[in-house]
């Protein structure tokens, strides 16, 4: 289990964010993404994830082994807290959400509806999704947001003992978990949105920009 | 040197530019004095009076309206398949001459149809199967037009050009399986069993021509804007990009 | 798979009006026919298949734009996208459940509808028949749409201009197939022949959306 990228270009809009990011992610890694707003961190993610075609290089990872976890949680309001979960889990074929429970503190709050969690706790069932996949690598976009200290600490946990289990996570956040972790700075790998590092063709219209000019 | 290369915007912009005014040049010639011959240097048929010229436009309108889908289907395979741009921007360029085209046909249909037949529409396979196509028109169309980044529009109106085009041929079987019609057969038809004397024929060949000839300069000309608009759409967003 | 089949089932029940509205909406359009056209029972009852079909065709339209919307909306859609169930999968389940929550209502409700129409027997039979074999091509070909103009804000009355074409030919079909059963003709060949639109339809449109998904959530 290991996710290698490999000379990475990733483009939002058709525009390219990110250009030449090389790195390699290994069992029981934890690697923090670093990157002001609007830099490309969730452009990155959703195209490791699969979610989006690269520009450029590759990635070299089973898409069966990743999930993502982004600001929207894909939870149903009308369902219960159980039968959210229950879902994910059927999906990936997992069996039981009992431990998702307990690790992210929701014992109390199965049956309430979803709709009815404040934001905190939305967000403890939307990360506890993430137990019930199955997966070994998680890719996260700012799963903090709207965690109180004490949710943090939890978070923190279930990455450590994700991580223990020979699992990885690449996290991009803004605050400090606590982790025994690696930082991976986005900063240097930003297109200009002018020209290519390499100068070559990027995409389908570099050659389009040439009649032009 | 494969066909291929001129789909590259470059070649394409280079080779368009310099081959519009010949293409404008031939279709003056061709299609002006066609409608002309047409209109005033044919004699009156016996049963369809006057209002038989309309022919020289409703009928090559028609043909083209028809011909125009056919081509976007194609450009839009080109597109999935090999991802160039000028193919799918021709797609574009063309649905609005074709709907243009489907709406002149209906019209002038209806014009001739009043004496003809003393109504301006009946729902017979032909006609409708015209306002069905208007429809698909409209629709592929109108997701161009919502859709703001310019490669997803291209991937999702290709998508719907290919279905849309097995439910247009779907709609042409059943329309003729649910109303036998009264329009005459197609009146042109390359064997020989001719349905129109020589006289009507030859100017008609013309105007044929003529529209074929329009529509390529049209289809050009539109081309180099829409390619043109996808620049200025990457400039803009470039822009943007540099002040943020 | 029968999960996310489970799940959809369930929003639609607790969401409120899954079953109802577009019931309610054929209801109303069964009951408006006659107010239009007037109350005389042999032009209602020459017209009910033919207004029949149509209302059915229009209350499984209301219901389309919320296939993906919702995931799309609250990250579901992404989420599946990167489940090990196939999107054509996650298409065909959504259709088969949206269907379910529609299509299968107004099948079964519109014999009874029919009777406001002064439908004649057997009239009630071919109805039931007809939509039973044409609504499932309506909810996949609905879902196709749906697919392609999920990413739009306002995408609702487009999906309207995009599908109602597309519907075209399972219409004249099925509508000919229930005239020609209640007025005592063969109707089996535009049955057969939608039988085979609907067959298709659910063959092949899965990947069209599945496509067309993948691309929105680009």
């Given at each position: 289990m290991?996710?290698k990228v490999?000379?990475?270009?990733?483009?939002?809009?058709g525009?390219?964010?990110?250009?030449?990011?090389?790195?390699?992610?290994?069992?029981?890694?934890?690697?923090?993404?670093?990157?002001?707003?609007?830099?490309g961190?969730?452009?990155?993610?959703?195209?490791?994830?699969?979610?989006?075609?690269?520009?450029?290089?590759?990635?070299?990872?089973?898409?069966?082994?990743i999930?993502y976890?982004?600001?929207?949680?894909?939870?149903?309001?009308?369902?219960?807290?159980?039968?959210?979960?229950r879902?994910?889990?059927?999906?990936?074929?997992?069996?039981s959400?009992?431990?998702?429970?307990?690790?992210?503190?929701?014992?109390?709050?199965?049956?309430r509806?979803?709709?009815?969690?404040?934001?905190?706790?939305?967000r403890?069932?939307?990360?506890a999704?993430?137990?019930?996949?199955?997966?070994?690598?998680w890719?996260?976009?700012?799963?903090?947001?709207?965690?109180?200290?004490?949710?943090?600490?939890?978070?923190?946990?279930?990455?450590?003992?994700h991580?223990?289990?020979?699992?990885?996570?690449?996290?991009?956040t803004?605050?400090d978990?606590?982790?025994?972790?690696?930082?991976f700075?986005?900063?240097p790998?930003?297109?200009?949105?002018?020209r290519?590092?390499s100068?070559?063709?990027?995409?389908?219209y570099?050659?389009?920009?040439?009649?032009?000019? | 040197?494969s066909?291929w290369?001129?789909?590259?915007?470059?070649?394409?912009?280079a080779?368009?530019?310099?081959?519009?005014?010949?293409v404008?040049?031939?279709?003056?010639?061709?299609?002006?004095p066609?409608l002309?011959?047409?209109?005033?240097?044919?004699?009156?048929?016996?049963?369809?009076?006057?209002?038989?010229?309309?022919i020289?436009?409703?009928?090559p309108?028609?043909?083209?309206?028809?011909?125009i889908w056919?081509?976007?289907?194609?450009?839009?395979?080109?597109?999935?398949?090999r991802?160039?741009?000028?193919?799918?921007r021709?797609?574009?360029?063309?649905?609005?001459?074709?709907?243009?085209m489907?709406?002149?046909?209906?019209i002038t249909?209806?014009i001739?149809?009043?004496?003809?037949?003393?109504t301006?529409?009946?729902w017979?396979?032909?006609?409708?199967?015209?306002?069905?196509?208007?429809?698909f028109?409209?629709?592929?169309?109108?997701?161009?037009?919502?859709?703001?980044?310019?490669?997803?529009?291209?991937?999702l109106?290709?998508?719907?050009?290919?279905?849309?085009?097995?439910?247009?041929?779907?709609?042409?079987?059943?329309v003729?399986?649910?109303?036998?019609?009264?329009?005459?057969?197609?009146?042109l038809?390359?064997?020989k069993?001719?349905?129109?004397?020589?006289?009507?024929?030859?100017?008609?060949?013309?105007?044929?021509?003529?529209f074929?000839?329009?529509?390529?300069a049209?289809?050009?000309?539109?081309?180099?804007?829409e390619?043109?608009?996808?620049?200025?759409?990457?400039?803009e967003?470039r822009?943007?990009m540099?002040?943020a | 798979?029968?999960?996310?089949?489970?799940?959809?089932?369930?929003?639609?029940?607790r969401?409120?009006?899954?079953?109802?509205?577009?019931?309610?909406f054929?209801?109303?359009?069964?009951?408006?026919?006659?107010f239009?056209?007037?109350?005389?029972?042999?032009?209602?009852?020459?017209?009910?298949?033919?207004?029949?079909?149509?209302?059915?065709?229009?209350?499984?339209?209301?219901?389309?734009?919320?296939?993906?919307?919702?995931?799309?909306?609250?990250?579901?859609l992404?989420?599946?996208?990167?489940?090990p169930?196939?999107?054509?999968?996650?298409v065909?389940?959504?259709?088969?459940?949206?269907?379910?929550?529609?299509?299968?209502?107004?099948?079964l409700?519109?014999?009874?509808?029919?009777?406001?129409?002064?439908l004649?027997?057997?009239?009630?039979y071919?109805?039931?028949?007809?939509?039973?074999?044409?609504?499932?091509?309506?909810?996949?070909?609905?879902?196709?749409?749906?697919?392609?103009?999920?990413?739009?804000?306002?995408?609702?009355?487009?999906?309207?201009l995009?599908v109602?074409?597309l519907?075209?030919?399972?219409?004249?079909?099925?509508?000919?197939?229930?005239?020609r059963?209640t007025?005592?003709?063969?109707?089996?060949?535009?049955?057969?022949i939608?039988?085979?639109?609907?067959?298709?339809?659910?063959?092949?449109?899965?990947?069209?959306?599945?496509?067309?998904?993948?691309?929105?959530?680009?």
């Amino acid at each position: 289990m290991e996710m290698k990228v490999d000379n990475l270009s990733v483009a939002r809009g058709g525009v390219p964010v990110l250009e030449g990011v090389n790195f390699t992610l290994g069992a029981g890694q934890v690697m923090i993404l670093r990157g002001p707003n609007g830099s490309g961190k969730t452009t990155l993610l959703r195209t490791l994830a699969g979610l989006q075609p690269p520009l450029a290089g590759r990635v070299s990872a089973d898409p069966e082994q990743i999930t993502y976890g982004a600001h929207a949680d894909g939870l149903k309001a009308t369902l219960t807290v159980a039968e959210n979960l229950r879902f994910w889990a059927s999906v990936h074929g997992i069996d039981s959400i009992s431990a998702a429970v307990a690790d992210f503190n929701l014992q109390g709050l199965t049956h309430r509806p979803a709709g009815n969690l404040s934001a905190g706790q939305k967000r403890r069932l939307g990360l506890a999704r993430l137990l019930v996949t199955g997966r070994p690598i998680w890719l996260l976009d700012e799963p903090t947001v709207s965690l109180d200290v004490a949710s943090v600490g939890l978070f923190a946990d279930a990455v450590r003992a994700h991580v223990a289990g020979g699992g990885a996570a690449l996290i991009a956040t803004h605050i400090d978990l606590g982790l025994q972790a690696d930082t991976f700075d986005i900063g240097p790998f930003r297109a200009d949105g002018v020209r290519g590092r390499s100068g070559q063709n990027r995409d389908g219209y570099a050659d389009f920009d040439e009649a032009f000019t | 040197m494969s066909l291929w290369e001129f789909a590259n915007p470059v070649r394409f912009m280079a080779l368009s530019g310099k081959v519009l005014p010949w293409v404008i040049g031939l279709t003056a010639l061709t299609l002006i004095p066609g409608l002309i011959w047409g209109f005033f240097f044919t004699p009156e048929a016996v049963n369809f009076g006057n209002s038989v010229k309309i022919i020289y436009v409703h009928v090559p309108s028609a043909m083209m309206a028809i011909n125009i889908w056919v081509m976007m289907l194609v450009t839009s395979l080109i597109w999935i398949v090999r991802r160039h741009h000028v193919s799918v921007r021709a797609a574009k360029a063309a649905a609005l001459i074709g709907v243009t085209m489907t709406v002149i046909a209906l019209i002038t249909g209806a014009i001739w149809g009043e004496p003809m037949w003393g109504t301006y529409w009946a729902w017979d396979p032909r006609l409708t199967s015209f306002l069905i196509l208007f429809l698909f028109y409209l629709g592929y169309m109108a997701l161009w037009a919502a859709i703001e980044n310019p490669d997803t529009a291209a991937d999702l109106t290709s998508v719907l050009c290919i279905v849309g085009s097995v439910f247009a041929l779907l709609s042409r079987y059943a329309v003729n399986f649910w109303n036998q019609g009264l329009h005459q057969g197609a009146s042109l038809s390359m064997d020989k069993e001719e349905h129109v004397a020589d006289v009507y024929y030859l100017p008609l060949l013309l105007c044929l021509a003529g529209f074929v000839l329009l529509f390529i300069a049209l289809v050009l000309i539109r081309t180099r804007t829409e390619l043109r608009l996808v620049r200025l759409h990457r400039l803009e967003i470039r822009e943007r990009m540099k002040d943020a | 798979m029968i999960a996310l089949l489970v799940r959809d089932m369930r929003l639609a029940m607790r969401a409120g009006g899954g079953f109802g509205l577009g019931l309610a909406f054929f209801l109303i359009v069964s009951t408006l026919v006659p107010f239009g056209v007037g109350p005389e029972a042999a032009i209602l009852s020459r017209i009910a298949p033919g207004i029949l079909w149509v209302g059915a065709l229009l209350a499984c339209l209301l219901s389309l734009d919320r296939i993906f919307q919702l995931d799309f909306e609250d990250g579901s859609l992404d989420l599946l996208a990167t489940a090990p169930i196939p999107m054509e999968g996650t298409v065909a389940i959504k259709a088969l459940a949206h269907w379910l929550v529609t299509g299968l209502p107004l099948t079964l409700a519109a014999p009874a509808f029919g009777a406001l129409m002064n439908l004649q027997s057997p009239g009630h039979y071919w109805i039931f028949v007809t939509l039973l074999i044409g609504t499932p091509a309506l909810s996949m070909i609905g879902a196709f749409g749906a697919a392609l103009t999920v990413g739009l804000k306002r995408g609702g009355l487009l999906l309207s201009l995009l599908v109602l074409p597309l519907y075209i030919p399972t219409l004249i079909f099925g509508a000919e197939a229930a005239t020609r059963g209640t007025a005592g003709l063969s109707a089996l060949t535009p049955l057969l022949i939608m039988a085979g639109i609907t067959a298709g339809s659910v063959a092949l449109l899965p990947f069209a959306a599945a496509s067309a998904l993948r691309i929105n959530l680009r």
